[in-house]
């Protein structure tokens, strides 16, 4: 036994070695040209022009592989650790990636030519004609080469800022702005406000409309699909004008033009680690950066307890109705409703549901993305705390219910006085439980740009592009959350086994 136990232990050894083999060497490849992008792993910022470029590599036979990321931040952690071979990405992003990282290097060649420009939905061509002539505007007056130089130009760096001209009014009400904040030098967040080159592009494009410019933070491929409907006026975040985009957006006039290079890694180059207690504070402390998973803790708490609260209401409708059913036989038309919402809503993924209700329900609507978020979670939470309540209620012994009805009690009596109290009880700690997996489940809330806990992390990993300790604050943030309410669940069922004794 102890034999063919060794042998086992021996091939699986062997087998994980040759696998690690054959994964280093898939990452190993070094690319240093442009041809040497066939058979490379390449990764990209998911719905960028990177994105679209490479996927002309994908499937060839030399088995070349595209890894598609939510953040740049992510796609350059990832070629840190050797998981891809190269990152294609617009030459200023790329420069502010690698500007501390000794082991990436930027090509010389550059992969292409892009122009960026504002997207505008189709439907509103006054805006687009209004942005457009801005644009002339303050490309005459020189206020885009302006901004530009503040961000880029190594003389004038952070020495010619945008400033609003005096006297500037916004009569003309808001302007929205999608970007994703997550994009140095055009978009990044500086002492909490998202700052760069689109930033205060369009700051100036507001104050030429009379405008007041708010900017709403999502994830880069969610930009088109706000715009579109109408959740936001326009979208600015180096972004390019092509022809599958067209059929879906309208786009201004070009600001700049920018090139994609391509990011590669070379070990060789490896210098100096940063120590611990340095890297803790370029995380958390400078420019006050424990903010965003201060921020993000509150409204996730708001969303989850406000979500828990509206779902067991929906779940106890739904639950009574599909007892009462069961029981009596009636109420045939709400039961079948109430089954058709349990089947949609417990089969079908939380983050598409959330999706739904921001870019479908609410097209037309301007409501709050806490709110929309509450709704979404409280829907989804009600279909299971329905069929907890559910299984609560039918655990009573039916032979309550018949005491309870030759008591002379009515149904409806029988079932709030004798048969609700017991399942409650029962159910409780269930129920205290589906808080616990809804607080967790908060964490797809950044999906339509709201800061949430794990939001928080990805806007500090988006400017220090450093994975461990911004993932390991919010994971320990969600482990102490998860503690202490475990720590009350199982006080509340200390306490329930002794009321029955």
Same mark, same amino acid.
């Given at each position: 036994?102890?034999?063919?136990?060794?042998?086992?232990?021996?091939?699986?050894?062997? #087998?994980?070695?040759?696998?690690?083999?054959?994964?280093?060497?898939?990452?190993?490849?070094?690319?240093?040209?442009?041809?040497?992008?066939?058979?490379?792993?390449?990764?990209?910022?998911?719905?960028?022009?990177?994105?679209?470029?490479?996927?002309?590599?994908? &499937?060839?036979?030399?088995?070349?592989?595209?890894?598609?990321?939510?953040?740049?931040?992510?796609?350059?952690?990832?070629?840190?650790?050797?998981?891809?071979?190269?990152?294609?990405?617009?030459?200023?992003?790329?420069?502010?990636?690698?500007?501390?990282?000794?082991?990436?290097?930027?090509?010389?060649?550059?992969?292409?030519?892009?122009?960026?420009?504002?997207?505008?939905?189709?439907?509103?061509?006054?805006?687009?004609?209004?942005?457009?002539?801005?644009?002339?505007?303050?490309?005459?007056?020189?206020?885009?080469?302006?901004? =530009?130089?503040?961000?880029?130009?190594?003389?004038?760096?952070?020495?010619?800022?945008?400033?609003? %001209?005096?006297?500037?009014?916004?009569?003309?009400?808001?302007?929205?702005?999608?970007?994703?904040?997550?994009?140095? %030098?055009?978009?990044?967040?500086?002492?909490?406000?998202?700052? +760069?080159?689109?930033?205060?592009?369009?700051?100036?494009?507001?104050?030429?409309?009379?405008?007041?410019?708010?900017?709403?933070?999502?994830?880069?491929?969610?930009?088109?699909?706000?715009?579109?409907?109408?959740?936001?006026?326009? &979208?600015?975040?180096?972004?390019?004008?092509?022809?599958?985009?067209?059929?879906?957006?309208?786009?201004?006039?070009?600001? @700049?033009?920018?090139?994609? @290079?391509?990011?590669?890694?070379?070990?060789?180059?490896?210098? =100096?680690?940063?120590?611990?207690?340095?890297?803790?504070?370029?995380?958390?402390?400078?420019?006050?950066?424990?903010?965003?998973?201060? $921020?993000?803790?509150?409204?996730?708490? #708001?969303?989850?307890?406000?979500?828990?609260?509206?779902?067991?209401? #929906?779940?106890?409708?739904?639950?009574?109705?599909?007892?009462?059913?069961?029981?009596? *036989?009636? !109420?045939?038309?709400?039961?079948?409703?109430?089954?058709?919402?349990?089947?949609?809503?417990?089969?079908?993924?939380?983050?598409?549901?959330?999706?739904?209700?921001?870019? @479908?329900?609410?097209?037309?609507?301007?409501?709050? $993305?806490?709110?929309?978020?509450?709704?979404?979670?409280?829907?989804?939470?009600?279909?299971? @705390?329905?069929?907890?309540?559910?299984? +609560?209620?039918?655990?009573?012994?039916? &032979?309550?219910?018949?005491? &309870?009805?030759?008591?002379?009690?009515?149904?409806?009596?029988?079932?709030? =006085?004798?048969?609700?109290?017991?399942?409650?009880?029962?159910?409780?700690?269930?129920?205290?439980?589906?808080?616990?997996?809804?607080?967790?489940?908060?964490?797809?809330?950044?999906?339509?740009?709201?800061?949430?806990?794990?939001?928080?992390?990805?806007?500090?990993? =988006?400017?220090?592009?450093?994975?461990?300790?911004?993932?390991?604050?919010?994971?320990?943030?969600?482990?102490?959350?998860?503690?202490?309410?475990? !720590? *009350?669940?199982?006080?509340?069922? $200390?306490?329930?086994?002794?009321?029955?004794?």
């Amino acid at each position: 036994m102890n034999k063919k136990l060794s042998v086992f232990l021996m091939a699986l050894a062997t #087998i994980m070695l040759i696998g690690c083999g054959s994964k280093a060497q898939e990452t190993e490849k070094q690319v240093k040209t442009i041809d040497d992008l066939t058979g490379a792993r390449i990764g990209v910022q998911l719905g960028t022009i990177g994105d679209i470029y490479a996927s002309d590599y994908e &499937g060839d036979e030399a088995g070349t592989v595209v890894e598609r990321y939510n953040k740049v931040a992510d796609a350059m952690q990832a070629l840190k650790q050797g998981k891809i071979d190269c990152v294609i990405i617009d030459e200023q992003p790329a420069i502010a990636c690698t500007k501390d990282e000794d082991t990436l290097v930027i090509l010389d060649e550059p992969f292409a030519l892009e122009d960026y420009a504002i997207c505008i939905a189709k439907d509103n061509d006054e805006l687009l004609d209004k942005v457009n002539g801005a644009l002339s505007e303050l490309k005459k007056e020189g206020v885009i080469e302006q901004i =530009s130089a503040n961000y880029i130009d190594d003389d004038k760096k952070g020495t010619c800022p945008y400033v609003t %001209p005096e006297g500037t009014t916004y009569e003309n009400g808001k302007l929205v702005a999608a970007t994703n904040v997550a994009f140095p %030098p055009y978009e990044f967040y500086e002492k909490n406000e998202p700052v +760069g080159i689109d930033m205060e592009l369009i700051r100036a494009i507001g104050d030429k409309l009379g405008m007041e410019v708010e900017i709403e933070d999502m994830e880069f491929d969610s930009i088109i699909n706000a715009v579109d409907s109408h959740k936001v006026d326009l &979208g600015i975040a180096g972004m390019t004008m092509t022809e599958e985009r067209l059929k879906s957006i309208n786009f201004s006039d070009s600001y @700049v033009t920018s090139k994609q @290079v391509i990011v590669s890694r070379d070990v060789s180059l490896a210098g =100096s680690k940063v120590g611990f207690v340095e890297n803790l504070k370029r995380n958390f402390i400078e420019d006050n950066r424990w903010q965003y998973l201060l $921020k993000g803790f509150e409204n996730t708490l #708001i969303i989850a307890i406000c979500a828990v609260l509206a779902g067991m209401i #929906i779940g106890f409708g739904v639950a009574i109705v599909r007892v009462t059913h069961d029981k009596t *036989g009636g !109420l045939t038309a709400l039961n079948s409703i109430c089954r058709l919402y349990l089947a949609i809503i417990r089969g079908t993924p939380m983050m598409i549901q959330l999706l739904i209700i921001y870019y @479908v329900v609410f097209k037309a609507v301007n409501v709050p $993305k806490v709110l929309v978020a509450i709704i979404a979670f409280a829907i989804n939470s009600g279909a299971y @705390v329905a069929e907890i309540m559910r299984g +609560g209620i039918m655990s009573i012994d039916d &032979g309550q219910m018949e005491a &309870g009805r030759s008591l002379g009690l009515s149904y409806r009596q029988t079932m709030s =006085s004798i048969i609700l109290p017991q399942a409650i009880k029962n159910v409780l700690p269930a129920l205290a439980n589906e808080f616990i997996s809804l607080i967790k489940e908060t964490s797809i809330c950044g999906y339509i740009g709201l800061m949430d806990l794990t939001r928080g992390g990805d806007v500090i990993r =988006s400017i220090t592009y450093e994975a461990f300790l911004p993932l390991i604050a919010v994971a320990i943030i969600y482990l102490i959350i998860v503690q202490l309410l475990n !720590l *009350g669940v199982g006080k509340l069922e $200390k306490n329930l086994r002794k009321s029955e004794q």
